[in-house]
């Protein structure tokens, strides 16, 4: 049997900020919130979140024999995460200012599975981060590491919504789980609904994503544009107004060190950039996703909406 008090200092040990240990269970709730979600069309052009929902609300269906799942996150609150100057007109997400984060967690999730299976040998499992149909933001509040804030993302007590999440889904049963927080929540704060530029945060603890920034610079280009307040790689506006995180800490592990300075790519830097100097520049970052020609399209598009 896992002992939970060794898997959240294994977690910690291998540079994780915040572990939780949770029973794999069906999440019925979850699922009938998330097929009306889908049922209004508020996904847009994210078709892959229709597939394999039997899978994505129990984890039991996507590895065999799965018993615990520990989350673990990551805090990653840098210079910028606040936000930027307000006439900036290239402005990225914090998150994708470092080294792809899939890449880095999924190496620390390997670091702690090492650990668990020095303990245990006959140990088996799964790592996940951000790769598989898991709803990874309810599972942390399963977990114990925080609760779903109005912007559908999910807040810590410390670390506010500046975090990433990496899961191992195990094969065996845990001494103690821990549980859902108590009495957290954001209460009466609508700084996060008010803050979005395209009025994207439901009321609902939902995005519709036909209104979504982030969802219009990464994801498949969508067929109506909207103003991108500036954007040209995700966006932070909901995030970058709520007090949980603008009382959290900068990010404590160097794999999240920004790897450049946005504010020296002005929209005309972008514009007049060729494909070795992206890949140069940005190469490691999760901009590599969107491509060159992606971000210039949403520079191009800011500059013609700023004239």
């Known amino acids: 049997m896992l002992d939970r008090s060794f898997i959240r200092q294994s977690a910690a040990a291998a540079g994780f900020d915040l572990c939780g240990v949770a029973p794999c269970r069906h999440l019925v ?41 520990v989350v673990c996150a990551v805090g990653y609150k840098n210079g910028l995460s606040d936000g930027y100057p307000d006439d900036f007109r290239a402005k990225i997400a914090s998150y994708a200012l470092t080294a792809d984060y899939h890449a880095t967690i999924k190496g620390m ?35 114990g590491l925080g609760w779903i804030g109005r ?31 108590a009495g957290a929540g954001c209460g009466s704060c609508r700084r996060c609904v008010e803050a979005c530029p395209t009025g994207a945060v439901c009321n609902d603890r939902a995005i519709d994503a036909r209104r979504c920034i982030s969802c219009h610079t990464i994801e498949r280009t969508p067929a109506a544009e909207i103003a991108l307040d500036g954007w040209i790689f ?40 060729e494909e070795a100097e992206f890949r140069t520049s940005f190469g490691r970052t999760p901009l590599m996703r969107s491509g060159l020609r992606r971000l210039q399209a949403n520079a191009a598009q800011n500059l013609r909406r700023k004239g």
């Open 29 to 69: 709730r979850n699922e009938q919130f998330f097929r009306r979600w889908l049922g209004d069309g508020r996904h847009a052009s994210l078709g892959y979140l229709e597939r394999n929902l039997d899978k994505r609300f129990d984890v039991r269906r996507l590895v065999e024999g799965a018993q615990t799942i």
């Open 109 to 143: 999730l390997g670091d702690l599975f090492g650990r668990l299976r020095a303990a245990e040998p006959a140990l088996a499992g799964r790592a996940f981060v951000d790769s598989a149909p898991l709803v990874e933001k309810q599972l942390a509040v399963e977990a």
């Open 151 to 181: 912007q559908s993302l999910l807040v810590t007590p410390r670390f506010g919504s500046f975090v990433l999440l990496g899961e191992l889904v195990l094969d065996a049963a845990c001494d103690r789980y821990d549980e859902p927080l």
């Open 234 to 273: 995700g966006c932070d506006a909901c995030q970058s107004r709520c007090p949980y995180n603008l009382r959290a800490p900068l990010h404590l592990h160097p794999a999240f060190d920004p790897l450049l300075d946005p504010l020296s790519f002005p929209p005309e830097r972008w514009l007049a950039m």
